[in-house]
């Protein structure tokens, strides 16, 4: 009898325990695209659906800046703030969220691809600010051996939208991995950068690559995709959110190139009729995070910090899954190998903060 009771009072407190998240009103702030971009908002947003699914008495609501400018960005989220409960801030622009959390301290911030920052530029952790930045130049790895591995032509290239650390991160890890595969594989693939669409990042360094030099500039993706086709590139890793699309466009009109996509499974984006362009996509897991994080929020668990999260966490990986990709066994094999020493530790590609580039990063001759 006592251990029937003891059994049912451990039910009971288990069950409690799944009934203590309280509903909670959720905020997703993007800018300067909305949710449905196909790519880096749309993945967040993802999450946000997944925490709805299992906190459905829990509410949330899509705000968008269009602007793109920081202290618009900031703005957006002092006009809302009062409403809710917890606000997902997605993207860079939103760095400058610091004073605005410590004055709601009964607000709980997702702070997504940045860590906050005061206005001289020092980056703090706060309480009620849980910060996500993700190992790009893992991602960019992947891809660029994804790449190599899948040329005919033995010309590849990545198409980035601005030269921020991040998008330099995508960049550098790219051609860490060409460089890689090329080493290990004999793949001999050539890496095409356009003199005229070279970045400048933030500290005023050129970095090469190819740069849209815009985050929604379709028309000038498709300019800077066509460009890249002319000089024979046959796969294209595409980091550069909305204005992306252009190139995914440049792709379809094309006859035998095929794009990489970038943070999200894009292999809807990619069809073309009956065809589709993508080769796969190199994943940067932020929704699932963002549902874990709203999970904790919900039931009083919620910790502010500053996180890095890479292969070693799960969050930087690659698509395989069936009919969403178009890679060879060999090259899913030796993707899967790349994907477990990036695990280890024992591949660091080159990133903006590295010291390092993609000709010498650590683990160049890890196996």
């Known amino acids: 009898?006592?251990?029937?009771?003891?059994?049912?009072?451990?039910?009971?407190?288990?069950?409690?325990?799944?009934?203590?998240?309280?509903?909670?009103?959720?905020?997703?702030?993007?800018?300067?695209?909305?949710v449905h971009d196909g790519g880096f908002n749309e993945d967040n947003y993802n999450g946000i659906l997944?925490?709805?699914?299992?906190?459905?008495?829990?509410?949330?609501?899509?705000?968008?800046?269009?602007s793109?400018?920081?202290?618009?960005?900031?703005?957006?989220?002092?006009?809302?703030?009062?409403?809710?409960?917890?606000?997902?801030?997605?993207?860079?622009?939103?760095?400058?969220?610091?004073?605005?959390?410590?004055?709601?301290?009964?607000?709980?911030?997702?702070?997504?691809?940045?860590?906050?920052?005061k206005s001289d530029g020092e980056e703090v952790e706060v309480e009620n600010i849980n910060a996500m930045k993700f190992k790009e130049q893992e991602g960019g790895f992947l891809a660029g051996i994804a790449a190599a591995l899948s040329t005919k032509t033995k010309k590849v290239a990545v198409v980035n939208g601005i030269a921020f650390p991040t998008n330099v991160n995508y960049q550098y890890g790219f051609m860490s991995g060409v460089?890689?595969?090329?080493?290990?594989?004999?793949?001999?693939?050539?890496?095409v950068e356009l003199a005229s669409y070279s970045g400048t990042d933030v500290t005023g360094k050129q970095v090469g690559g190819?740069?849209?030099?815009?985050?929604?500039?379709?028309?000038?993706?498709?300019?800077v995709g066509q460009a890249l086709i002319r000089e024979g590139c046959d796969v294209i890793f595409v980091a550069a959110g909305g204005a992306g699309m252009g190139v995914f466009t440049a792709a379809k009109e094309a006859s035998g190139v095929y794009i990489i996509g970038c943070d999200a499974d894009q292999f809807n984006d990619g069809k073309n009729g009956d065809a589709n362009?993508?080769?796969?996509?190199?994943?940067?897991?932020?929704?699932?995070?963002?549902?874990?994080?709203?999970?904790?929020?919900?039931?009083?668990?919620?910790?502010?910090?500053?996180?890095?999260?890479?292969?070693?966490?799960?969050s930087i990986g690659y698509v395989k899954t069936e009919g969403h990709h178009q890679l060879?066994?060999?090259?899913?094999?030796?993707?899967?190998?790349?994907?477990?020493?990036?695990?280890?530790?024992?591949?660091?590609?080159?990133?903006?903060?590295?010291?390092?580039?993609?000709?010498?990063?650590?683990?160049?001759?890890?196996?």
């Not at 904790?296 to 070693?312: P, Q, R, V, Y």
């Open 328 to 367: 060879s066994a060999d090259a899913i094999t030796k993707l899967d190998a790349a994907l477990a020493l990036l695990k280890a530790g024992k591949i660091v590609p080159a990133s903006f903060y590295s010291g390092t580039m993609p000709d010498n990063f650590e683990g160049l001759d890890a196996e």
């Open 210 to 223: 190819n740069y849209v030099g815009s985050f929604v500039d379709q028309a000038n993706g498709k300019i």
């Open 1 to 34: 009898m006592k251990k029937r009771l003891l059994l049912s009072m451990l039910a009971l407190s288990l069950l409690a325990g799944t009934c203590f998240a309280e509903a909670i009103k959720v905020a997703i702030v993007t800018s300067p695209n909305d």
């Open 68 to 117: 793109g400018d920081p202290a618009s960005c900031v703005k957006t989220i002092e006009d809302i703030v009062a409403d809710y409960d917890a606000i997902v801030c997605v993207g860079f622009q939103f760095s400058g969220i610091v004073d605005l959390a410590e004055d709601n301290p009964d607000v709980k911030f997702l702070l997504v691809d940045t860590w906050p920052a």
């Open 277 to 314: 362009v993508i080769l796969t996509s190199s994943l940067k897991v932020m929704g699932k995070n963002d549902a874990r994080v709203l999970r904790d929020a919900a039931a009083g668990n919620f910790k502010g910090g500053n996180f890095l999260l890479g292969a070693a966490e799960d």
């Open 179 to 191: 460089n890689y595969a090329n080493k290990h594989y004999g793949t001999g693939a050539q890496i």
């Open 50 to 66: 997944e925490f709805s699914q299992t906190n459905p008495d829990s509410s949330y609501t899509t705000v968008q800046d269009k």
